[in-house]
């Protein structure tokens, strides 16, 4: 028989009292950037709220329910100072998805960089133009250790899968649920 269908398209399914995740940041021109949570697409083609630059969205980790999503285009306009605004205001006890799509690091000032870097990102200050870059924070506790937080694909013009663009890359796994 087929195998059933797992959450977030899991190909084997999480442990009770678990998050299910995936991050998959955008690939080439036409492969959108997707933050799933839970089987619930936050940000994604379909849902209509994903664009260049970085795309974020915050879950209460207690209760699993998303409270903000919102993109920050990181090639034109100045949305460095608005996204280290929305970064900081996630209350504690969130989690944090981060994924790009085409380019997130041309206008990525350093106030932007620094609060990302205290969520625990390790490759922020290695983006380049267009780097495929997916990233999953807390805040105001800690993850378990084993679980992949960070992914960075740089543009490579000799192992580009797409010309001038990175592969999509992606982050995927079961986030254990505190103690509500």
């Known amino acids: 028989p087929a195998p059933k269908r797992q959450k977030c398209d899991h190909w084997t399914p ?8 995936r991050l998959l940041s955008g690939g080439g021109r036409d492969k959108y ?5 839970e089987d619930e697409v ?22 699993g329910k998303v ?3 919102q993109y920050f285009d990181m090639y034109e306009g100045d949305n460095s100072g608005p996204m280290t605004n929305f970064i900081q205001s996630a209350p504690s006890k969130s ?30 200050r290695n983006m380049r133009f267009r780097s495929s870059w997916v990233f999953l924070a807390a805040k105001g ?12 694909n740089h543009s490579d ?3 580009n899968r797409y010309s001038g ?5 992606q982050v995927e796994g079961c986030i254990p649920k505190g103690p509500s």
């Open 14 to 21: 999480c442990p009770p009292n678990t998050y299910a995740y």
């Open 33 to 37: 950037a997707k933050i799933c949570f």
């Open 42 to 63: 936050l940000i994604g083609e379909k849902t209509g709220n994903v664009a260049r630059g970085i795309n974020i969205a915050i879950v209460n980790y207690v209760t």
């Open 67 to 69: 409270t903000a999503t």
């Open 95 to 124: 989690l944090l998805f981060m994924v790009t799509h085409d380019d997130g690091s041309s206008r990525l000032k350093e106030d932007a960089k620094r609060a990302i870097e205290a969520l625990g990102s390790k490759e922020i």
């Open 141 to 152: 506790f800690e993850l378990p250790a084993g679980i992949q937080r960070e992914k960075v």
């Open 157 to 159: 013009n000799v192992k």
């Open 165 to 169: 663009w990175p592969a999509e890359i």
